[in-house]
């Protein structure tokens, strides 16, 4: 099963550089699991400030520049793992929580594409943000 992992930074503003007390423990820590194939992807993301929430109301769409004050609300980074259940993802989240010296996160199970069905819906979706 696929498990997004999201990171929250509890802290009362956005940097940067995301804070970890151990730089060279998180490195090994990904690496170890890269090499197993547990870790598919992962990111830290840039403050608020630089991006937009984007809307679609009616058919018209509505852009929000940051930065974004709801704090409790904002993603610092992810990884995405595949892992043979919730738990698993769990003790993964923790073990980054560790590592990283704060901080909150969010599990949450990813969808499996099942058969062509899912597959044809996924291209079509890719085909109408891609024109």
Known sequence: ????????NDGDSEV???????LDAMG???GQLQST???LGYEG?????KGARVRLNGGKRNVLDG???EAKELIAGFALVQVPSKDAAIDLAEQFLHIAGQGSAEV?????PKGDA??????????AVMA
């Open 1 to 8: 099963m696929r498990y997004m992992i999201m990171f929250r």
């Open 16 to 22: 940067d550089v995301p804070p970890c007390l151990d």
């Open 28 to 30: 090994t820590f990904i």
């Open 37 to 39: 194939g547990v870790l």
């Open 45 to 49: 993301l840039k403050p608020s400030e």
């Open 67 to 69: 930065p974004f004050t």
């Open 108 to 112: 949450r199970e990813a969808f499996e």
């Open 118 to 127: 899912v597959e044809a819906g996924v291209q079509s979706v890719r085909a």
